[in-house]
């Protein structure tokens, strides 16, 4: 149980251009889904935090405009980098977080990632 | 604030010795979870284990055993036997029981290399 997929793996864009990326709960139904950015050696930045039906909130320094994020429903949220440039190239990763138990027991399940490369 | 650190970065062992990665953590809640992460090169984060700050007993699961230390603020993970396949980039993490948003504050992660 407690999957989560991502899609697509891999993307290779031209600078300008918008992607997006999808996250989703394969078994569970998740109140809240993340989203980080990862660089090469690096630890996870969050980037924002994603509540079904409501607007996400986006951690300071992360542009709002630039990364926008839609949690449509309990299973999907997606992330569009808008007008991609070369410095958006990183390791993008979504993870969701179980419901159903206790208040704060919740634990972060992580997609696989998404790899994208800026041209 | 919250802050967590893991001071190895890379570690590297040959395999079946046992390895230890230590896990410091920084935090003004009295409540608290603390997670430990594993990612292998491909890149996905696998879910170890989460500890509650209520709860100091010692944990054990299969080759993976974990050391809570309230006292020294310590989340130290240890790998009995290790394996190639146990090469990764492992991290440890700290949330707020409640409130926090569901948060993870994450450590730098250490890198462990096991070599034939």
């Known amino acids: 149980g407690a999957v989560v997929s991502q899609h697509p793996s891999r993307v290779i864009c031209k600078s300008g251009t918008s992607v997006k990326i999808e996250c989703r709960s394969l078994d569970f139904q998740a109140t809240t889904m993340f989203w980080y950015r990862q660089f090469p050696k690096q630890s996870l930045m969050l980037m924002a935090t994603?509540?079904?039906?409501?607007?996400?909130?986006?951690e300071q320094g992360v542009e709002k405009d630039k990364f926008l994020i839609n949690h449509a429903s309990l299973t999907l949220s997606t992330l569009t980098v808008t007008s991609a440039h070369p410095e958006d190239s990183s390791f993008y990763i979504c993870s969701a977080a179980t419901s159903g138990g206790p208040k704060g027991s919740e634990t972060q399940y992580f997609g696989p990632g998404t790899r994208l490369l800026v041209l | 604030a919250q802050k967590v650190t893991q001071a190895q970065t890379e570690i590297s062992v040959v395999e079946k010795e046992d390895v230890t990665l230590d896990c410091v953590y920084e935090t003004r809640d009295t409540t608290y979870y603390l997670f430990w992460y594993k990612q292998p090169p491909s890149g996905e984060l696998v879910f170890l284990i989460r500890?509650?700050?209520?709860?100091?007993q010692n944990e054990i699961s299969g080759r993976y055993s974990w050391n809570f230390q309230k006292s020294t603020s310590s989340f130290n993970f240890t790998i009995t036997a290790s394996q190639v396949v146990d090469s990764a980039v492992y991290f440890c993490?700290?949330?707020?029981?409640?409130?926090?948003?569901?948060?993870?504050?994450f450590g730098t992660g250490t890198q462990l290399k096991v070599e034939l």
């Open positions: 994603s509540n079904e039906g409501s607007k996400a909130t986006y």
């Open positions: 500890r509650n700050s209520f709860d100091e």
């Open positions: 993490a700290l949330r707020k029981l409640t409130g926090g948003g569901n948060k993870l504050t």
